[in-house]
């Protein structure tokens, strides 16, 4: 059975930082892509980033440069690290088991709220 487990989210000021983290079980890590999608209050599941069983790193265009999305598979961890922080970065973030596009299956989410 596949389980993600995200955490790391919270409250934090515009031009804040936030470190995201998904543990996986339930398949072998290494060889799956796996992204982070988000999903704003009364908005639907947009795709953030993906970082590919190859290597090959990914990004939406409103998050480039500000977020990095990384992995270690040796711990089954996908990590999101959040920079220079939006108000409209506010949303459920969700690690997800594949590439672009793919919105299942992912975990819980954890909340991130951008707020002054």
């Known amino acids: 059975e596949v389980q993600l487990v995200e955490s790391g989210g919270g409250l934090v000021q515009p031009g804040g930082s936030l470190r995201l983290s998904c543990v996986a079980s339930?398949?072998?890590?290494?060889?799956?892509?796996m992204s982070w999608v988000r999903q704003a209050p009364g908005k639907g599941l947009e795709w953030v980033s993906t970082?590919?069983?190859?290597?090959?790193?990914f990004y939406e265009d409103s998050v480039k440069g500000r977020f990095t999305i990384s992995r270690d598979n040796a711990k089954n961890t996908l990590f999101l690290q959040l920079n220079s922080l939006k108000t409209e970065d506010t949303a459920m973030y969700y690690c997800?088991?594949?590439?672009?596009?793919?919105?299942?299956?992912r975990g819980q989410g954890t909340q991130v709220t951008v707020s002054s």
């Open positions: 970082f590919t069983s190859s290597g090959d790193i």
């Open positions: 997800v088991k594949g590439g672009a596009g793919v919105f299942r299956p």
């Open positions: 339930g398949f072998v890590f290494s060889y799956h892509a």
